[in-house]
């Protein structure tokens, strides 16, 4: 399986990205093809009118390579890891606006989105997150907005490893470890059982197959 994370801290050795980089190195493990994508070099501008922004060909005219990475990385990818640092208890903007921007190439005025659309859908996700504070409300926002993300583009949403620090490598010193528990869900990326249950749902007794 193919693996991308997509690192959108500016700061390219900070503590986002070394979450990022354990979930890696445990889908590694696995035997999984493994990339990281720093979004400060890819994502130059927020998405603009699309009415009056597209080339004459349909293509969106930003001068930067979110079409690449959006084309030839993310579509074949087989799971997605959104790392991000905790930003007024949201995500980053450089994440925020590559996930508006999949607009410009999911919608008709593109040439290819019907492509886009089905090779964007039914994959496995998850997300790192860097934070100051650890009290257990201040992921709600970030957790809310990818949950409903997930649900939009039917993904498997698997797991989120929070690490507490401030200062770049201060999540290797959170007595919570999230370093292992970030390696440890990239080990199990394609394993978990992603469930959302309603009331009228077919399910056994156990929750985990018996040995």
Known sequence: MQVLALSSSPRKDGNSRMLAESVLEGAARQGHEVEIVDLADVVS???????????????????DD????????VLVADALVLATPLYWYGISGQLKIF???????????????????????NK???AVV??????????????AQLQELARY??????????GIGNSR???????????????????????????????????????????
């Open 153 to 162: 583009l039917h993904h498997d949403f698997v797991g989120v490893v929070q």
């Open 124 to 126: 496995r996700l998850a």
């Open 130 to 143: 860097s934070s100051e504070e650890s009290y257990p409300g201040s992921l709600v926002g970030v957790t």
């Open 45 to 63: 501008a927020p998405l603009r009118d699309c009415r009056v922004c597209r080339t004459a060909d349909g293509r969106c005219s930003i001068n």
């Open 66 to 73: 979110y079409e690449a990475l959006l084309l030839g990385k």
């Open 99 to 121: 996930i508006d921007r999949i607009f410009c190439y999911e919608s008709a005025g593109f040439p290819e989105f019907e492509e886009v659309r089905l090779r964007l859908v």
């Open 169 to 211: 490598g201060e999540v290797a010193h959170d007595p919570t470890d999230p370093l292992a528990r970030a390696f440890a869900l990239g080990t199990r990326l394609f394993q978990t059982p992603a469930t959302d249950y309603r009331i009228d749902t077919p399910r056994t007794p156990n929750v985990w197959p018996t040995p």
